[in-house]
Each structure stands twice: as structure tokens, then as C-alpha cells.
């Protein structure tokens, strides 16, 4: 059974850092790509960055340049250095494969508040 275990967030203010990270259990790991997504209150949820088995990331608008995603193969692992945060960077934060099917699995998420 695949399951993902988001873990990381908190209330941070403006400008500040956080690292998630997300670990992957029940599937292959190494030569999947790997995104973050996210979901802030009353709006659907929306991609952030991934990043492939071979190491190419690519970014949303707005987050380039803020947000570093990378990955640890031998730890099932994916990150998210999420440097001079916004408060519109507010939501639940999760992983998931990349790009997002229909009836994928999702974990619970990590909430990030950032306050202004």
C-alpha cells in the first residue's frame, strides 16, 4: 500500500525558513518523480515543485528561487527547502507522485503558516 508521511511544518514568520520532508512507503522511490503540492483554505490544490529520479527539479511561478526541492534516494525521501517564506505560502503542504492521475493516494499533509 503506498503512503506518504509529510512532516516538517509550522508557524513561521515573514521571511522566514522551513524544511519538509516526505517520506514514500509501499512503491518505488528511486526512479519516480517526486512532487509538493499544496492546498490553502477555500482553493484547490495546486503543484509546487517536482523533481525527477534524475535529479531535474522544475518550479511553480512565485516559489523559484524561494523554494528548493531535492531528494535522498537511499531514505525513500523527497524535500523542500522553503527559504523567505510569504504569507501567501500559507496551506497544507503535500507529496505525490509527479504529475498528479486520478485517484492517487494522498497523506495527510503538513500545515505551514507563515505570518506576516
Known amino acids: 500500500q503506498v503512503q506518504f508521511v509529510e512532516s516538517g511544518g509550522g508557524l513561521v514568520q515573514s521571511g522566514g525558513s522551513l524544511r519538509l520532508s516526505c517520506v514514500l512507503r509501499?512503491?518505488?522511490?528511486?526512479?519516480?518523480?517526486m512532487g509538493w503540492y499544496r492546498q490553502a483554505p477555500g482553493k484547490d490544490r495546486e503543484y509546487v515543485a517536482r523533481i525527477a529520479g534524475n535529479g531535474n527539479t522544475m518550479y511553480r511561478t512565485g516559489v523559484e528561487g524561494r523554494f528548493t526541492i531535492s531528494r535522498d534516494n537511499a531514505k525513500d525521501t523527497v524535500f523542500l527547502q522553503m527559504d523567505n517564506l510569504k504569507p501567501e505560502d500559507t496551506a497544507v503542504y503535500y507529496c505525490n507522485f509527479a504529475p498528479v492521475t486520478d485517484g492517487m493516494t494522498w497523506g495527510r499533509g503538513t500545515q505551514v503558516t507563515v505570518s506576516s
Open positions: 509501499g512503491s518505488t522511490f528511486s526512479t519516480s518523480t
